[in-house]
């Protein structure tokens, strides 16, 4: 596809390049704070699976650089944000960077070492598998990341604090939102406008961090097993048999983010500059180290030996 033609096609791809975002990804967790007004007192903040790092450059306009440009700035006073990813990413001001894998302990520990002590009011987490197509095997290594996401909100989240997570919808979701509930007590999947109808995406918005009464970190996925099982955790609105019947689970489930403005199904005519042609922009930071780089490198390399390979049958 074209840069024009995605441009066309794809409403918030354009709006992104044009305000200075990274990835249209940037609108949905704007979309999200609209509903949920996430952001308000949060002074740390972790953003998990955070690159090319369009949800940090939102974490750092709308926490660090307006703390930052306050009449009684103090360095100390500045909230933390932590990201990280498996890839690398651009600097971003006042975005600390790790890079690792969420689904490894030692990440998690040099997580817990920047907070030094301290907790998170905030742990965002817009994890993705590269998808298959497949959905099941889609949904299960999505919610491996969100469960990764959910043992590192053990260790550095503070009570009453939120965990905002993507997740894939499917036929596992009633379980993972009886886990989230857990240690929620309010649990909302959302759909931002920007998050296209055709995708399975959805954003489990989890509020007022409460792990039970005397939980270890250790025990997290003991006690995450128990749940929906006969002899399970009853201690939630997801009683026995929550999946059917007359305790079946409804979940909270609401679209967010101007209903009124951009459809992300929908496409728009380019506006042209001057009355003259549409200029497509380019993109604000491409990743620096994509994982398809090396497949890129092979296919330029042997297009370049297919062209060698031609010259020297014409020449011969
Ligand atoms: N929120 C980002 C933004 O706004 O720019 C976009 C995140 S992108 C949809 C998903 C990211 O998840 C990718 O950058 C990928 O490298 C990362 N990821 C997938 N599995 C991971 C893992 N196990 N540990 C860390 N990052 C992971």
């Known amino acids: 596809m074209g840069k024009a033609s995605r441009d066309k096609r794809d409403i918030y791809y354009r709006k992104a390049k044009e305000e200075g975002w990274r990835a249209r990804s940037a609108f949905k967790l704007l979309q999200i704070d609209e509903e949920f007004n996430i952001f308000e007192g949060v002074k740390r903040v972790v953003d998990l699976c955070a690159a090319p790092g369009s949800w940090s450059q939102v974490l750092s306009r709308k926490l660090y650089l307006p703390a930052k440009l306050a009449p009684d700035a103090k360095d100390e006073k500045l909230p933390l944000i932590v990201a990280i990813d498996l890839q690398p990413m651009a600097p971003i001001e006042g975005v600390i960077q790790v890079q690792g894998d969420i689904t490894n302990a030692r990440t998690a520990e040099v997580v817990i070492r920047h907070f030094d002590g301290c907790k998170a009011d905030l742990v965002v987490c817009d994890g993705a598998p590269d998808v298959t197509g497949l959905h099941d095997m889609d949904e299960f290594v999505q919610s491996q990341l969100i469960l990764a996401g959910l043992t590192i909100v053990t260790h550095v989240l503070k009570e009453g604090g939120k965990f905002i997570a993507k997740i894939f919808r499917g036929k596992d979701t009633s379980l993972l939102y009886c886990q989230l509930k857990l240690f929620f007590p309010v649990v909302t999947f959302a759909k931002p406008k920007s998050s296209r109808n055709?995708?399975?995406?959805?954003?489990?918005?989890?509020?007022?961090?409460?792990?039970?009464?005397?939980?270890?970190?250790?025990?997290?996925?003991?006690?995450?097993?128990?749940?929906?099982?006969?002899?399970?955790?009853?201690?939630?609105?997801?009683?026995?048999?929550?999946?059917?019947?007359?305790?079946?689970?409804?979940?909270?489930?609401?679209?967010?983010?101007?209903?009124?403005?951009?459809?992300?199904?929908?496409?728009?005519?380019?506006?042209?500059?001057?009355?003259?042609?549409?200029?497509?922009?380019?993109?604000?930071?491409?990743?620096?180290?994509?994982?398809?780089?090396?497949?890129l490198e092979l296919k330029k390399a042997s297009t370049q030996g297919f062209k060698e390979l031609e010259n020297l049958s014409l020449d011969s």
Do not use: M
């Open 198 to 295: 055709s995708s399975i995406e959805a954003f489990a918005v989890c509020e007022n961090y409460s792990p039970p009464e005397g939980f270890n970190p250790k025990d997290l996925h003991r006690l995450l097993e128990k749940v929906g099982s006969p002899s399970g955790v009853d201690d939630t609105d997801c009683v026995s048999g929550w999946l059917e019947g007359p305790n079946k689970v409804y979940i909270p489930f609401l679209a967010c983010g101007d209903l009124t403005g951009y459809d992300s199904d929908r496409s728009y005519p380019l506006p042209k500059v001057d009355g003259g042609t549409y200029q497509s922009l380019d993109p604000v930071q491409p990743p620096i180290a994509p994982p398809y780089k090396r497949a």
